[in-house]
């Protein structure tokens, strides 16, 4: 495989907007991401600037990863957020212990299934344990089947945690880290 797995850089953020605003035209972004393509597209470019500056190389909590092609093209995308216990996660829920959250997984339909994917959350993970936390989790809606294989093919297991959103329950999984 001859793609590059990186962090994203902050001045990088026409090419963050650009696939974010592809995933959200994928088939099934309504089960996969809590926004919409209109409201993406809406946004200012302060936002995407900010956003992408937030989760770039370096940052302490959180990190967009991407893979990209040898062509230069973007076609994969995840980001980990770091969650600390005590605290309150975006649902509202009381977070036990320092944790780390997956969040906006997209792959280009055209790259899945050659193992990119997989290439992707290993970075992730490897992200996550190198600041601390002691399990990855992530939030699948229950009708996303094609997510939930993936997942459970890379390790996650369901934590018996569901989380009600809109127009069904997302259900948490989770990956213990092994030190």
Not at 11 to 24: D, F, G, T
Not at 28 to 47: G, K, M, Q
Not at 172 to 178: A, K
């Amino acid at each position: 495989m001859n793609y590059v797995i990186r962090s994203v850089r902050p001045e990088e953020w026409p090419a963050v907007k650009a696939l974010r605003l592809l995933a959200l035209q994928d088939p099934i972004a309504h089960l996969a991401f809590l926004e919409t393509y209109e409201e993406a597209v809406a946004r200012p470019d302060s936002y995407w600037r900010e956003r992408t500056a937030r989760a770039a190389e370096g940052a302490s909590d959180v990190q967009q990863i991407v893979a990209v092609a040898p062509d230069g093209e973007w076609v994969g995308s995840l980001t980990v957020l770091i969650e600390e216990a005590g605290t309150e996660d975006w649902a509202g829920c009381r977070v036990e212990r320092r944790q780390a959250h997956v969040v906006g997984v997209y792959v280009r339909p055209e790259c899945r299934g050659i193992g990119l994917t997989e290439v992707l959350f290993d970075a992730g993970i490897e992200w996550a344990w190198g600041r601390g936390g002691e399990r990855v989790r992530l939030i699948v809606h229950e009708d996303n089947g094609r997510a939930q294989a993936f997942y459970r093919r890379a390790g996650f297991v369901p934590s018996g945690v569901l989380v009600p959103l809109g127009d069904g329950d997302e259900l948490e999984l989770e990956y213990v880290l092994e030190r």
